[in-house]
């Protein structure tokens, strides 16, 4: 019974797991285990014999059982000991980032451009991308031999063989949607159109594909004043300062007279601040409205006039956010992006500063 006793306590003490402990408890203490099968031998002894055999045996599977039992619970902590230490999880940790997207500056730009221009009652329109040669240029006062056509490096589209209307082009700017939203409404409007315009040229601050925004307000009183108020109002809402401007006499064919537009800055140890200083900045080109581009648009000129401009969106974000490189804009760099683009949940508003 020692040997008995002391096989099977190394054997517990020695148990890996909790299968082996049950594996030693069928060997030991189960219908046809060691223990039990002395047990049966009981009947075979004299009454002396079984009277100190019995209790020693009972005490024996006892002891064994005891120890089984222990060893099992030893076992489960020790499991549940190793759990916790590899199942651990910090909670106070921050949570992972999720990849989110921005919003790229065009976009960002352009809504805010559109919320200060229908504060000023100026409402959104927008024309298509390819363009007839008659929005683009005829109705805009620049007929077939006129330099400007030259001068826009205009990409054009192809006609079939044999066919020779005019092709359709790119637009190269976005004025044609002054003579279709005219056409389409008529007059008094007052509107702005923003949009992608192309033209074949690639450097530093041109790309092929660039955007900009028109400005048409047509009535029966306007005047240069209207158009000076309204950009100043535009650009010191825009940059968050007062802007003023200087308007340069220039020459477009869809205006009469024409300016072009610069706004004040000033360059220090390389930093452009607009809105203070005594430098300038060309921005944009504007004028009144020629009459035979109101008239191209079924307006007559004799009861309506009205001022037009014409600005570089990627000029003017380039500006306010400090994005040295127009042809990044457009190289779809997702380090730029999460630099320069915004939180879908910074919706420009005028409330909001912008
Ligand atoms: N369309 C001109 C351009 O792309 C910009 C412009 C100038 C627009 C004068 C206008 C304007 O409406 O009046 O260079």
Known sequence: MDDLKSKYLSLIADAADESAIEDLRVQAVGKKGEISLKMRELGKMTPEERQVAGPALNALKDEINSALSAKKAALADAALDERL????????????????????????VTEEVSAIFADMGFAVAEGPQIESDWYNFDALNIPGHHPARAEMDTFYTHRAEGDDRPPHVLRTHTSPVQIRSMEAGGAPIRIICPGRVYRADYDQTHTPMFNQVEGLAIDKDISMANLKWTLEEFFSAYFGARVKTRFRASHFPFTEPSAEVDIQCSWVDGQLKVGEGDGWLEVLGSGMVHPKVLQAAKIDPD????????????????????????????????????HYGFSALQVPTLHGGL
Do not use: C, N
């Not at 230490?85 to 960002?108: C, F, K, M, N």
């Not at 600005?311 to 306010?320: E, F, P, Q, Y």
């Open 85 to 108: 230490r590899s199942e651990w999880l910090d909670v106070t940790l921050p949570a992972r980032d999720g990849r989110v997207g921005t919003i790229h500056p065009i976009s960002q």
């Open 303 to 338: 009861q309506w006039q009205g001022f037009a401009f014409g600005v570089g969106i990627d000029r003017i974000a380039m500006l306010k956010y400090g994005i040295p490189d127009l042809r990044a804009f457009f190289d779809s760099d997702l380090r730029w992006l999460r």
